[in-house]
């Protein structure tokens, strides 16, 4: 093919990876991209084309070089921050008194509790997890409406692992080019020693992801002796394995695949966004039609129009993903910025203004090649919308964390038999009811009923001095067993009752309702 700038930018098209042509084809707001995308013949279903037409495409591996810039410092301190809440919170110390764990974030299944500092989260409270759930969402849609897949490009944990293994691959086998040349040559004692140092470091970062993970249910530093010296559960070590096995594969190997076929997230993501987002951007209106730089400099000077990518592929070659953002929008494109610091280093060495890739909206693109000053409207329907929620349901947590009661009372009536009518005619209703203590001492409470006149209260195997005393120990729930007595004669089916429990020394209550059931009819 003749070197003209369509042959170029094919050749370059080709080399990238890009293979985005229904993409670039289907967007509208790039007409110039068009130009320099290669255009494959038409298939005609007709022929026999379609049916050649492989249904499964062969990886290519990407080699994403080294690049500076300011979304790199972002990206590098997200990773220590994140990475360094998710290796050392364990290690993190909580005074909960004498009888409570003291790490920060536990998560005790053999007790059924969650710690995190000065909340300790129930079975019975479990809907807390519910919230959170909720919250989660809603901030994720949120910085999806405001700026695209931000999640995806800094704190994915998919995202910072395969970057930490690209760094560590990068110190071992050298940056892109390096790479890719020892890689195609012959396997020498050198490439065998730094590719068994990759994958060692790969390994024991892989091994301390998995280990971190399990200290989250156990006191951490107890654990990390007994792992230490072959004394802890067999649980644990699986647990390391497992996870070990998936973090090495995962960012070692899949990388940009699990992004690219296996997270659902960009499919969802495509349906929420909206032409207001943010999302990383290729400035048509300013870089079209690319040309090299000597040529771009001819054609200036004759006052020739020409844009300012001069077609170096650094944008294409820092992408963890393999995506020329030139072609328009793409699933794969994790929004990370890299290529925009790589596009800006060009353009400053070639003396040209920054950003000729941004994060910027579909509508300012629109605007820019209409010559219009970007406009910006992060405040939407949408994204207040996503604050009322998170704020609803953060204020509504945070509420009933703070005026929940340190005891607790559950009851379940017995259903077989519903009732009993005893010899004397009177009617007994039997029911369990747990009693729960929060507090970390032992505490006693007694019992009462409301709702029905007249009968008697029996609570089995409690100390009974006029007041039935149940004695819970600390941080603990005690099950005891319930008898209700009424003597009215013809009680209606269902009467409504009230359990209430008090603590005897400090009077603190809670209740809990039920009914107490006879014959229909009397
Ligand atoms: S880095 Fe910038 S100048 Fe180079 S190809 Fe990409 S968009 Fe064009
Ligand atoms: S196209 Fe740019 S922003 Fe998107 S994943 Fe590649 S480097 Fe990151």
């Known amino acids: 093919m003749a070197n003209t700038p369509d042959a170029a930018a094919q050749k370059a098209c080709e080399t990238a990876d890009c293979g985005l042509y229904a993409l670039a084809q289907s967007a509208e707001v790039k007409p110039a991209a068009l130009k320099v995308v290669a255009n494959p013949p038409p298939l005609d279903p007709a022929t026999d084309e379609w049916d050649d037409a492989p249904l499964y495409q062969a990886r290519r591996k990407i080699y994403p070089q080294r690049v500076h810039g300011v979304y790199r410092r972002i990206k590098w301190a997200v990773l220590f921050v994140t990475l360094g809440i998710y290796y050392f919170t364990p290690f993190l110390r909580w005074d909960r008194g004498p009888n409570a764990p003291d790490q920060a974030v536990l998560i005790d299944l053999p007790n059924r509790r969650f710690y995190f500092f000065f909340i300790e989260i129930w079975p019975q409270e479990i809907y807390y997890l519910t919230g959170l759930l909720i919250i989660a969402a809603m901030a994720l849609f949120l910085m999806n409406a405001i700026a695209g897949r931000i999640w995806c490009g800094y704190l994915c944990p998919q995202t910072v692992w395969t970057d930490l293994f690209q760094t560590i691959e990068r110190w071992c086998e050298g940056d892109r080019r390096e790479h890719m040349q020892r890689e195609r040559g012959p396997w020498t004692p050198e490439r065998v020693a730094r590719a068994g140092a990759k994958y060692f470091l790969w390994l024991m970062v892989a091994w301390w992801t998995g280990g971190a993970w399990v200290l989250y249910f156990a006191d951490a530093p107890t654990l990390v002796y007994d792992l230490a010296t072959f004394q802890a559960p067999l649980v644990a070590y699986a647990w390391i394995g497992i996870l070990t096995f998936t973090t090495f594969t995962l960012a070692g190997f899949m990388r940009e695949q699990v992004c690219l076929y296996m997270c659902p997230w960009p499919r969802i993501q495509a349906a929420l966004t909206d032409e207001h987002a943010l999302n990383v951007t290729y400035r048509y209106d300013r870089g079209e039609p690319r040309t090299s730089v000597k040529k771009a400099t001819v054609l200036r000077a004759q006052g020739q129009p020409v844009g300012d990518c001069v077609e170096c592929l650094q944008c294409v070659h820092v992408c963890p993903t393999g995506v020329d953002i030139r072609q328009g929008p793409d699933l794969g494109c994790i929004q990370c910025g890299l290529c925009i610091d790589a596009c800006d280093a060009v353009m400053a060495k070639i003396g040209r203004p920054p950003r000729l890739i941004a994060y910027d909206t579909d509508i300012n693109v629109k605007r820019h090649a209409e010559g219009l000053a970007p406009e910006y409207r992060f405040a939407r329907a949408r994204t207040l919308l996503y604050v009322v929620v998170i704020a609803a349901v953060g204020g509504i947590m945070t509420y009933t964390l703070m005026t929940r009661t340190a005891q607790g009372l559950n009851v379940i009536h017995d259903r077989n038999p519903i009732f009993v009518r005893l010899s004397d005619g009177a009617l007994r209703n039997a029911y369990t009811v747990r009693v729960i203590n929060k507090r970390g001492e032992r505490r006693e409470f007694t019992l009462s009923l409301s709702g029905l006149p007249g009968s008697l209260l029996d609570v089995v195997q409690t100390r009974d001095d006029g007041r039935f005393v149940i004695e819970v120990g600390p941080d603990q729930t005690r099950e005891v067993r319930v008898l209700v007595t009424d ?30 059931r006879a014959p229909a009819g009397g």
């Open 487 to 516: 003597y009215v004669p013809d009680p209606p089916a269902s009467t409504p009752i009230t359990f209430h429990l008090y603590d005897v020394m400090t009077g603190e209550r809670a209740a809990a309702s039920d009914y107490f």
